[in-house]
């Protein structure tokens, strides 16, 4: 469980989070509207390093955990 006074660190992964997420008001997700596509990431295709970075593994660990929390709270609003 995280700690309640570092929700700041986790601001971009909630943006990018919601702006991937489909809006049923508009049919649509944000980076679609805005960019006229959604952005394809590692993250979307799994990441595949050929060498190990400790630093790199764990910050893809924090990111990714981030991301599947905002889009539960996504969802479960």
């Known amino acids: 469980m995280r700690a ?3 929700w700041d660190t986790h601001l971009a992964s909630a943006e990018f989070a919601i702006n991937k997420f489909l809006q049923e ?3 649509n997700t944000p980076f679609d509207l805005n960019n006229g596509r959604d952005p394809k990431t590692s993250l ?3 990441l595949h390093v050929p060498y190990k970075v400790p630093a ?3 910050f893809i660990k924090n990111l990714l955990e981030s991301l ?3 889009k539960s709270s996504l ?3």
Request: net charge negative; no cysteine.
């Open 25 to 27: 008001s508009i049919r």
């Open 68 to 70: 599947r929390a905002a």
């Open 75 to 77: 969802e479960a609003a």
């Open 44 to 46: 979307a295709w799994g």
């Open 4 to 6: 309640e006074g570092d």
């Open 56 to 58: 790199v593994e764990e």
